[in-house]
């Protein structure tokens, strides 16, 4: 059984009625196209319903299933030519981060992004998408080979946060994140950025400054997952879904305040509803503001980067 929350049942339930009167329609050879058209209209009208009006903590949801696209998953669709790089020549390979260079829509390019695991095996490997902080490293390394090679660099964020073990801490992790957004500020190539699912805390923030910043529909980005800030404000991580409402995380939140420049359309549902439709959607937006900012001279794109972000929360 596919994964399914609460308020997806009832459009599941009516999903599953309508395969099953199709291959009932179809093993006795009647004509039920008028009745399975009404079902198949009530389902639509109950999606639209549904997805039209979630709430921040279904968003989360959302944004966090497991058969959402995940970076290395875009990173094959939309760029050609291209060759994983590994290492932070430092301490390792940090498998929560995937980075290289290719070619996306006639460009030379860098692409990192955060990579969740399909299963709880991957998972594991992967660190669930949370950075080392050689993974942020290995991410800085890739920046300044961006910058010394005159590549736009590309970004797919999507973590639940950095890792906050005991190893992370002892290797400099917040020092690692702060050395990632000091380089992002700088940086003298274009830098698009993609909120695909979860931009959690510092382990997002370690990707997620750019020129332009775009977010999934469903997609969210906070300061904090909603379980550790009502750990931290309540002592409480049972009042995550009270959280969310309150940290503001979801794309329309965000470019409401000014945080993000674009949300991209999702397939009614949700990414994992329909691949192939959520690919299309993110190279049309990701291919045009690509373009446009590496149409940017060096010192406009600098100016434009710093007037962004010195206007951020100015309604």
């Known amino acids: 059984m596919p994964t399914v929350f609460d308020f997806e049942k009832p459009i599941y339930e009516l999903e599953t009625k309508i395969a099953e009167l199709k291959q009932f329609s179809a093993d006795k050879g009647l004509n039920l196209n008028r009745e399975i058209e009404v079902l198949e209209q009530r389902a639509l009208e109950l999606k639209r319903s549904t997805y039209g009006n979630l709430t921040p903590w279904q968003k989360v949801l959302i944004a966090r299933h497991p058969n959402r696209l995940g970076a290395r998953d875009y990173i094959d669709n939309f760029c050609t030519d291209f060759v994983e790089l590994h290492g932070d020549r430092a301490f390792g390979d940090d498998p929560a981060v995937v980075g290289g260079i290719g070619r996306m829509n006639g460009y030379a390019v860098t692409v990192v992004g955060h990579q969740k695991g399909r299963d709880t095996k991957e998972n594991l490997v992967r660190n669930f998408g949370m950075l080392h902080p050689d993974g942020c490293r290995k991410v800085l390394r890739l920046m300044r080979q961006a910058e010394k090679f005159g590549r736009p660099l590309v970004c797919f964020v999507d973590t639940p946060g950095a890792h906050c073990g005991i190893g992370a801490e002892e290797r400099g992790q917040a020092e690692a994140i702060a050395r ?41 980005f906070s300061v904090s997952s909603p379980e550790a800030c009502a750990s931290i404000i309540w002592k409480d991580a049972g009042r995550a879904r009270e959280a969310a409402e309150m940290l503001k995380l979801t794309a329309q939140d965000l470019l409401r305040w000014g945080v993000i420049d674009e949300i991209v359309p999702e397939p009614l549902g949700g990414v994992h509803r329909d691949p192939e439709q959520a690919l299309e959607l993110l190279r049309e937006a990701l291919f045009r503001h690509l373009d446009e900012i590496c149409r940017l001279d060096r010192g406009e794109l600098l100016r434009t980067r710093y007037h962004k972000y010195r206007a951020i929360g100015n309604l």
């Open 180 to 220: 990632n957004l000091m380089a992002l500020s700088t940086l003298k190539v274009p830098i698009v950025v993609v909120v695909i699912g979860e931009g959690g805390s510092g382990g997002a923030l370690a990707l997620g400054m750019g020129d332009r910043i775009l977010m999934q529909e469903h997609s969210v």
